[in-house]
């Protein structure tokens, strides 16, 4: 019989390897921008229309973050796994610009079910004092997708053609699936009945969890305003072509994965909130000094490590805080949480392209802007509801 705590090491393992399909195929677009605008035979623009649409529409996340409360955090899991292989592999069988605009919409749904299932699970089931270390473990497989499934992405386009990262891609999300169903326990839903998920879905909107949701929010703009033009600033600075912006990506992923590094050491010792509040000043001061580096190719990947270190350091400390804003919707808050994680990047997707026309430093104090608004609110205004919690896998 498995141990508690070898329970909670096969839970982190598959969550992690789920993280990492889901997030290489989010993450992707960005470096590779302009190939794929090529590709389609569309320009810039239009591709980061399509982007804009995919993080737009998984605002509406929390619908189906409700099935999640009143059904199981397993079922809606498995169901959103499904959608999000079958929507990527219909872009790598069939890649015209009409199938990826839709490909891109209906995966960006199902990746806010996914990850929110994921934390709304996890807040279920790890101590609110031990959450953000496990909740920084499940981010590693959004790091790691810059260090190992873009690459990989890279290289596959240069040798398989450039629609052929979602082919694989989506055949990854079924078998993710798959292991989700066969691996992960089922847990009774969070709300026994209508009533009782009415009361919990009220308290979503008192002031703290609204506040917490702007603040999802204004912590993911700054890092869109500046990644939705990564691969285009790259490339006219540097003129880097395809594998050399996959190995830009790993630099970006080793600082990823250090951020979480960061977070398991450090969230929980610090507190929540302080470490968010760390994260987003060292952020703000990385955006300060990227316009001022020009063709410096060594330094731009310094500050751009740093940057999104902070930024992942911010998002895997934000998380757990997040589980403890609402506790007995949780699932449709973590769904929600995932929702403004994703305005928050369609907002830069529409915002980046066009700040970048006025120079790099548009952007950087743009994201700066954001930042400290962010702060500000997460000083003044928002502190947990849910100080401890007993539930152990």
């Known amino acids: ?149 873009v690459p990989l992405v890279g290289w596959s386009i240069t040798r398989l053609g450039w629609s052929s990262p979602f082919l694989w891609l989506g055949i990854a999300g079924l078998v993710s699936g798959g292991l989700v169903g066969v691996a992960i326990p089922r847990i009774p839903p969070s709300s026994d009945n209508w009533q009782q998920f009415q009361s919990g879905l009220r308290g979503i909107f008192s002031p703290i969890p609204l506040l917490g949701l702007l603040l999802a929010i204004l912590t993911v703009l700054p890092n869109q305003v500046i990644s939705i033009v990564f691969g285009v600033w790259m490339e006219n600075s540097f003129g880097f072509k395809i594998e050399q912006l996959g190995a830009a990506s790993s630099v970006i992923g080793l600082a990823g994965i250090t ?69 007995q919707a949780r699932g449709v808050f973590m769904a929600a949480t995932l929702a403004s994680f994703s305005l928050g990047d369609s907002l830069g997707a529409l915002l980046g392209p066009i700040l970048i026309a006025k120079g790099l430093f548009a952007n950087a104090i743009a994201a700066v802007i954001f930042n400290l608004a962010g702060l500000l609110l997460l000083v003044l205004f928002i502190h947990p509801i849910e100080k401890t919690q007993t539930t152990t896998v």
């Open 259 to 327: 951020g979480i590094g960061c977070a398991i050491l450090f969230t929980d010792r610090l507190g929540k909130r302080r470490a968010v509040s760390v994260g987003l000043v060292i952020n703000s001061l990385a955006c300060l000094v990227m316009p001022f580096l020009g063709a410096q190719l060594w330094g731009t990947l310094a500050v751009l490590f740093v940057f999104f270190l902070s930024f992942e350091f911010t998002i895997a400390s934000l998380i757990p805080m997040m589980t403890a804003l609402s506790v």
């Open 1 to 149: 019989m498995k141990t508690p705590e070898t329970r909670v090491r096969s839970l982190l393992t598959v969550f992690t390897l789920t993280r990492l399909v889901v997030s290489t195929a989010f993450r992707m677009v960005y470096p590779f921008l302009p190939a794929f605008a090529r590709g389609f035979g569309v320009s810039i623009e239009t591709i980061a229309g399509a982007v804009s649409a995919r993080s737009a529409l998984g605002f509406f996340g929390p619908a189906l973050g409700a099935i999640a409360d009143m059904r199981g955090r397993k079922q809606a899991l498995v169901i959103a796994l499904l959608v999000f292989g079958v929507s990527l592999g219909l872009i790598g069988l069939w890649p015209v610009y009409g199938i990826f605009f839709w490909g891109m919409v209906i995966s960006g749904g199902a990746s806010v079910i996914i990850d929110s299932s994921i934390h709304a699970y996890l807040g279920d089931k790890i101590p609110y004092a031990r959450r953000g270390q496990a909740a920084a473990i499940i981010e590693l497989g959004w790091s790691m997708a810059f260090l190992i499934g």
